[in-house]
C-alpha cells in the first residue's frame, strides 16, 4: 500500500464535520483517485464531549489548533476555523513552520495575510491550498490558476455572497423591502455573527482579493478594494432598474486599467438576461474573461457543509496526488504591487433622482448631465407623488469623475430632493 | 533556468496555430506560471508551405506526425490532427511507446480507443490529457476529475455541440426551419466534414462517453450512448415546448441507474429559465452533479482557436508543473465495465400527435395513455389545420417501457396521423 496522506483537522463546525464525513463515506473512492489513503491522523476543536454527529473516536484529540499544527505525525494541516488573526493565523504559521502543507478554507486570513504566509510556505517548499475559501463548491480556483493557466486574464468578476444575492433576489421577486429580508437572514441563520462582513461587502471582497491576485499576478490587496453594501439598495431601485432590463447584484470586479488594479465590490446593474442578471437565490456565480478563452461561467452553491467541503476534498486530493504549485499560481515573491485604480474604467450608470415638482426641473437636470459632459442613454420620468417625481436615467459610457461632477449639480441644485442614487452598470 | 518542456505540436489548423500563438504571445507569463520555459522544437502538418499566419520558422519540421512523436528531444507530443484511426493514432501510440506525455484535442479517438492508450500510458508511466477534447474552453475535465474529485458523482449533462445549438436556439429565436439554418451553418462553415458528426450527435456523445468515463469510474463505452439528432426537430416542437415553459436542448445526459450505465444525448426539453434552457447560441454548458457539491454548472465557449487553444495550454502547463494523474482519474485497469442501460430513469416526457378529425378522438388517445399506465400532467389541442389537430401532452414521470406501449398504441390507432414524437423532459 502506497503511504497515506496524514491529516490534522482543525475546525469541527459545519465544514470540518462535512469533510470528516466525506474522509470516512468515501475512503475506497478517494484512494482509487489519488492512489493513496486519505488518514485523518486528530482533529481540534473547543469543545471535545460535544456531539457532532460523526465517529470522531478514532481520532487523536488536540484542543489547541497550534498543538495540532505542530504535531509530527501530519502531512497537511486542514484549517477550517476561520478568522483572519488569531488561532488560525497562528496555528497555519506554525504548520507551514513546521513542515506540513495547509488547505484552508479562510477567506479573511488569505485576504489580509495571505501574501505574507504564501512567502513562508515557498521558502519552507510548502504549498497552501484555498479553493473553499472562494465561491464555495465551485472549483474556480482551480479554473483561473491551472485551466485558465494559459491566459492573460482580462477581467474576473462574481457574486460571491450568497445573502446577498438571496435578500436582492427576494426583493425582486416578493416586493418586500431591504430590512424584512434582513430579519429574515438573521433568523434562518444566513448570516455571519458580524452581519457587515455579508451585507457590507465585505465577505465578498476577501473573496475578490484572492482571485484577484491569481488573476492578475498581484499581491492580494483587499484594503484597495472599493467596497459597497446592499444596505442602501430601495425596492424601488430593484423595480425600476428590473423595468430598463436590469437586475441589481452585489457584484465583485477586478480588472487591469492603464492606472493600476481596480478592485470594486459594489452593487451594480447587470442586464436581466445574461448568466449574472438570472442567477437566483444564495448561488454563487463567477466570471472569467481571458484573452484566449473569451468568457467562461462557473455556477454553483457559494456555501453549506456538503459543497464548501467537496471543495476541501479536492484540495487535499491534489495534495495527495503530488500537485505542488504556488499558493497564487506563480511564486509569491514575483506577485506585483499594483497601484489601486479606484476610479474603475467607464462604464454607463443607472441614475436616480427624486424630482421637486418645480417648472424646468427636467431640464436643470438635463443641463447638469450635459456640462459634466455625461450623455443619456435612456431617461423616464414617472408621475408625481406628493411634491416629487422620480427620475430614472440610463447615462452612455462616462468615467466616475464626470459623474461625480454631475451628482455633485444635483446636491447643489434645488430641483432634486433627498440623495441621488447612482449604480454602474456592469456591461457581461 | 530550470530545464524547459519541450514540445511537438502535431497538426497546425486552427487549433495548432492557436496553441503556436499563445506559446510565443505569453511565453514569460507562462514561465512564470510554470516554472520553467514552454519550448516548441518541433512541429508537424501536410502543408509546409502554407502560410499560417504565425511564423513557424524556428521550429523543426516534420512531415509525418509519427516521426514527429519518435523524436527524442520532445518531452510532451501535441496531438492536434484529429481523427479517431489512421495518423493521429498511430503517432499517440508512438509517443507513448517512445516516452512522451501526450495532449491531444481529439474526442473521437479517446471516446473510440481511449481506454486502450490509456493502459499504454499508464503501464509506461506516461500521462495522457485531453481538456481539449471537451467542451472547448470550458475547463470541465479538470473540475470533473480534479476539482470534485471528492464527490461521488450522481449525474453529468451537458450541451456540447455549439452547431447543434446555434440552430435549435435560432430555430426559437428566428422562425427559421432545420433545413434552412442547417445550410446557413454549411456555410459559415459551422459543420465538420461529415455534418452527421454535428446534427447526428456523434461529435457530441464522443465527449459525452468521456465525461460519464471521469464521473463513473467507467471504461469510456461510446457504443453504450443512446445518440439521437436535431434533424427531426420540426418548428412546431420548439414553438409548442416554448409555450410549455420548455425549451428543446440536444442534451448529454449520463448517470448510474440499477441496470447500469445510462449514456443518452438526444433532443430533450429543458425548463426555460434554467441555465441550460437559456443557454443560446453556440456556447456550451456542463451541468455536473455530485453527493457532496450538489450542482455546479460551467458555460464557456464550445470550439475557436483561442478558446480551445486555451485548453491545450492548460493541460501543457499542467505537465509543466509537473502533475501527473491518470487519463480518466484513476488507474484505467481499475476502470469498471458497466452494462449500458438503455432504458433511462423515469422522466417525464412531451409528446405531439397530429389527431384526425374524428369524433371521440382526444378520448381514445386518453384511453391509450392510461391502459399504458402513464399519466398526464397537461394537455393542449389546438384548433383543426385542415383535416388534423396538434395535441401536445405533457406526461407524468413514466418510464420509456410505459411510453413506448403508449407510443405502439397510437401507431395503432385510426385517430393519429404521421409518427407520433416523443422527446425526454430532462429534470434540472
Known amino acids: 500500500m502506497t503511504q497515506a496522506l496524514r491529516l490534522g483537522i482543525a475546525g469541527l463546525g459545519t465544514v470540518g464535520v462535512g469533510v470528516v464525513k466525506i474522509i470516512r463515506r468515501q475512503a475506497e473512492l478517494l484512494e482509487l483517485r489519488t492512489g493513496r489513503p486519505l488518514q485523518i491522523v486528530a482533529v481540534s476543536a473547543r469543545d471535545q464531549g460535544k456531539d457532532r454527529g460523526v465517529n470522531l473516536s478514532g481520532y487523536e484529540w488536540e484542543t489547541d489548533p497550534v498543538a495540532l499544527a505542530r504535531r509530527d505525525d501530519i502531512d497537511v494541516f486542514v484549517e477550517l476555523m476561520g478568522g483572519e488573526n488569531g488561532p488560525a493565523k497562528a496555528a497555519v504559521e506554525t504548520a507551514l513552520a513546521t513542515g506540513k502543507d495547509v488547505v484552508t478554507a479562510n477567506k479573511a486570513l488569505l485576504a489580509i495575510h495571505g501574501q505574507a504566509l504564501a512567502e513562508q510556505a ?220 479606484r476610479v474603475g474604467l467607464p462604464a454607463p450608470y443607472y441614475l436616480r433622482l427624486s424630482l421637486l ?13 450635459g456640462d459634466a459632459g455625461v450623455s443619456i442613454d435612456r431617461m423616464r420620468q414617472y408621475g408625481h407623488t406628493e411634491s416629487t417625481a422620480p427620475v430614472l436615467i440610463v447615462t452612455h459610457k462616462t468615467t466616475r469623475a464626470a459623474l461625480d461632477v454631475a451628482l455633485d449639480g444635483f446636491r447643489a441644485t434645488d430641483v432634486v430632493a433627498g440623495e441621488p442614487v447612482a449604480l454602474r452598470i456592469e456591461q457581461v
Do not use: W
Open 122 to 341: 515557498e521558502a519552507a517548499g510548502r504549498v497552501i491550498r484555498f479553493e473553499a475559501a472562494v465561491a464555495g463548491g465551485i472549483p474556480v480556483i482551480k479554473a483561473l490558476t491551472e485551466g485558465l493557466a494559459g491566459n492573460e486574464i482580462t477581467r474576473v468578476m462574481g457574486v460571491m455572497n450568497g445573502t446577498c444575492n438571496y435578500i436582492l433576489t427576494r426583493m425582486q421577486s416578493e416586493g418586500l423591502g431591504y430590512n424584512a429580508l434582513f430579519e429574515e437572514c438573521a433568523q434562518l441563520g444566513y448570516l455571519e455573527a458580524d452581519p457587515n462582513l455579508d451585507v457590507g461587502g465585505i465577505d465578498a471582497a476577501h473573496k475578490l482579493a484572492l482571485l484577484a491576485a491569481i488573476a492578475f499576478g498581484t499581491k492580494p490587496n483587499f484594503k484597495g478594494i472599493e467596497i459597497e453594501g446592499i444596505e442602501h439598495i430601495s425596492l424601488d431601485d430593484i423595480h425600476q432598474a428590473a423595468d430598463m432590463g436590469y437586475r441589481i447584484k452585489l457584484l465583485g470586479v477586478a480588472q487591469r486599467s492603464a492606472r493600476g488594479l481596480v478592485q470594486r465590490m459594489q452593487p451594480c446593474l447587470v442586464p436581466s438576461d445574461s448568466p449574472l442578471g438570472q442567477l437566483e437565490g444564495g448561488t454563487n456565480m463567477v466570471v472569467i474573461e481571458g484573452d484566449a478563452v473569451e468568457q467562461i461561467v462557473l455556477r454553483g452553491p457559494g456555501a453549506g457543509e456538503g459543497p464548501t467541503a467537496s471543495a476541501v476534498l479536492g484540495d487535499i486530493c491534489d495534495l495527495a496526488r503530488g500537485l505542488r504549485i504556488p499558493t497564487f499560481g506563480q511564486p509569491a515573491t514575483t506577485l506585483k504591487k499594483l497601484p489601486a485604480a
Open 357 to 369: 415638482d418645480k417648472p424646468g426641473a427636467l431640464a436643470k437636470i438635463a443641463a447638469i448631465l
